[in-house]
């Protein structure tokens, strides 16, 4: 719900960035069959784009666009070339290409605001409000709306003006802030209304829906919906009626009404498709799979399953994410440039007209002359300085593509350390089973020939002691021989390539285990070390759809640190303090819930907030890549949509709790 608030706030601008042109299509058109200038052409390109695109013409309204931003470079028409620029931005980032649009709007703002495209700049700040809204970089998404807020009041853009309120509104329900958005979203309403402003009514109508939808209200949320779904602003406009479809089908699922989730659900699913918005499909066929596995409808679940991957594959590739970043982290560094160079020629600049200033005392002709050899020097080191600037960025670009491959192969490292201290753990581990196996196998061969003995002298009541004592071994040879074959597959398990099946699994046996290799391995390379190791497991803990090579490595991470933080508290804390690591396991509110506790050294407040940062570690030189942590936030919250939360008082405790959803 949350990544569907900000598509709808661009949507909103492009609407209204379309609203303010659309009747403007018709007189170019006629304007350009009149004058046959290639700037009216260029206008009118752009200008039909908009209206193509809106009308779900999408093909249409990008060729358009490109048409039209490559007449304007042509033709050298700047004006026209940014407002393209701007238009395919908005499409680009529509359709779900972050670092498309993103990339475009880098470029474009600053040639609008040179340019004084006011229009052109709102649209840019709000095009970037919606990706750092999407990327959750709430503060930066906020910065932007701003920014296009203030843009709208400053030129008094009276329609872009009530979008930039309801987008602000947006971004506080993606944040949970009721009130906020609640006071934005009202403010958009009564200007509206007081500027008659009908087109843009139906925003704050779904917003007051949205608002009463996350205060349990349900009903109330329907009929506001419903409202929105009949105003004029959304007639024949799919993205919005998708929406409103999807929204009412939320609702009734809150309200346990399968059937009318599933109706809602098709109808959203119907508009997403006409309108080929990524995140709507995604979201509409996410509540079909949802209630299709409720009524046991595994075939049409599937099926929906398959079309929830493939769009948000669309949305969210890995690829795309880390353009996005070396997009950001290029725009920055371009910012430093551009303000190093200013002010190394504004401090250039005093200089010589303190020289000037001083100058006209003694002799004016003197002063002339010194002062236009000192400008020539001036430029020879402004372009001394500029190649030096060039120089630098290029061994920016080669550091940081090498620190890319360096992470890499961190990760691998991490996930190889893992293996390796399974691996101890595991040796230690499966002697216990192996010992039991031998010694009960040389007591059964004493006991076979003791039998023999018997039967040769006769004795059979003896012959039947010995026989229910050989098979009261072979039983535990049996246990102990099942015993190690299960740490061997565990092993096997996790050391395997993980193809991201998930099985059901029972997290009680899983956590047991690792817990105990965990330990062992430790010790295997310390053997002074000694902890309490304490469980308290549900007996009743339902089980679970997990990628258990997954949930092994998280579970793996989280004992490590415990024993870490108690051993490297024994050393300093005495001989009174005794190390004790515990794990728990129960079943609340839908979800599985594991905590694992230690009574360590604790997390210091100043970097509870950095340890599931890549690459952040607390441990000395050489004892830490600084990944267990955040590979483990990444596959219990990007991998299995839980939780994972960290309780700590530093020297004290360090308490870590996973909440995973029950299938």
């Known amino acids: 719900m949350k990544k569907l608030l900000v598509f709808t706030a661009l949507f909103m601008a492009c609407c209204s960035f379309a609203l303010a ?59 026209g070339e940014v407002r393209c620029k701007a238009a395919i931005a908005t499409f680009l980032n529509i359709s779900g290409d972050l670092p498309g649009s993103l990339k475009i709007t880098f470029e474009a703002l600053p040639e609008a605001v040179n340019l004084k495209e006011e229009r052109v700049v709102a649209s840019c700040y709000n095009t970037r409000g919606l990706t750092y809204s999407t990327l959750k970089d709430h503060k930066k998404s906020l910065d932007n709306y701003y920014a296009f807020l203030h843009v709208t009041e400053q030129y008094h853009y009276t329609n872009l003006y009530t979008v930039a309120l309801n987008n602000i509104a947006r971004q506080y329900l993606d944040m949970n802030r009721l009130d906020s958005a609640a006071w934005f979203n009202q403010k958009a309403y009564d200007v509206s209304i007081q500027k008659h402003l009908k087109k843009n009514i139906g925003y704050p109508i779904r917003n007051f829906g949205i608002i009463r939808f996350k205060k349990g209200d349900m009903p109330g949320a329907i009929g506001y919906f419903r409202r929105s779904l009949a105003d004029s602003s959304t007639h024949g ?30 109808k959203a699913f119907g508009e997403a498709k006409l309108d080929r918005n990524p995140d709507q499909v995604q979201r509409a066929t996410t509540l079909l799979t949802d209630e299709y596995k ?78 236009n050899s000192q400008r020539k020097k001036a430029n020879h080191l402004l372009h001394e300085q500029k190649e030096e600037i060039e120089a630098q960025r290029d061994n920016l670009e080669k550091a940081y593509s090498d620190l ?182 129960t079943a609340k509110n839908g979800e599985v819930i594991i905590k694992v506790k230690d009574n360590g050294v604790g997390i210091p407040d100043h970097v509870k907030e950095k340890i599931m940062q890549p690459f952040f570690t607390t441990k000395p030189t050489g004892e830490g890549t600084g990944l267990g942590l955040s590979l483990t936030y990444d596959m219990v919250v990007k991998g299995h949509n839980g939780k994972i939360d960290v309780s700590t008082k530093e020297g004290e405790f360090a308490e870590f709790t996973v909440s995973l959803p029950i299938n």
């Not at 406009?237 to 309200?255: G, M, T």
Request: hydrophobic share 35%.
């Open 404 to 585: 890319q491959v360096t992470q890499t192969q961190l990760v691998q490292s991490e996930k190889m350390a893992s293996l390796g201290e399974l691996t101890a753990g595991i040796a230690h581990e499966i002697q216990n089973p192996l010992n039991f196996v031998n010694n009960f196998s040389e007591v059964n061969t004493e006991l076979l020939e003791e039998m023999q003995q018997e039967i040769s002298n006769g004795n059979l009541d003896e012959v039947k002691e010995i026989a229910d004592s050989i098979k009261e071994n072979q039983l535990k040879i049996s246990q102990h021989g099942k015993r190690a074959d299960f740490i061997v597959k565990g092993m096997l398990q996790h050391s395997r390539t993980n193809t991201g099946e998930k099985q059901e699994t029972n997290l009680n046996i899983l956590a047991d285990e690792f817990f105990k290799l965990s330990y062992h391995g430790l010790r295997a390379k310390d053997k002074s070390f000694n902890a309490e190791m304490t469980t308290n497991f549900d007996s009743q803990l339902p089980h679970i759809n997990v990628v258990q090579q997954d949930i092994g490595r998280v579970l793996l991470n989280l004992f490590n640190n415990a024993f870490y933080a108690v051993n490297q508290k024994s050393k300093t804390a005495g001989k009174d303090y005794k190390p004790e690591v515990s794990i728990s396991t």
């Open 237 to 266: 406009n799919h993205y919005l009626q998708s929406e409103d479809f999807r929204r009412i089908a939320e609702a009734y699922q809150k309200l346990n009404k399968t059937d009318s989730v599933i109706d809602y659900a098709q």
């Open 21 to 79: 042109q659309k009747s403007d299509v018709d007189s170019l058109r006629k304007a350009w069959q009149k004058n046959k200038q290639d700037t009216t052409l260029v206008m009118l390109l752009m200008t039909k784009s908009t209206s193509d695109y809106l009308t779900t013409n999408v093909d249409s309204g990008m060729i358009c666009a490109r048409q039209g931003l490559a007449l304007a470079r042509k033709i050298n028409f700047k004006k």
């Open 294 to 371: 409720q009524k046991g409808d595994f075939k049409n679940a599937f099926y929906y399953q398959q079309l929830t991957q493939a769009a948000k594959d669309s949305l969210f590739s890995e690829q795309k994410t880390l353009q996005v970043q070396n997009l950001a982290y290029n725009e920055e560094q371009r910012k430093q440039e551009v303000q190093a160079a200013e002010i190394a020629y504004q401090n250039r600049v005093r200089f010589y007209v303190m020289l000037g200033v001083i100058g006209v005392f003694v002799l004016i002709a003197i002063i002339l002359l010194y002062a």
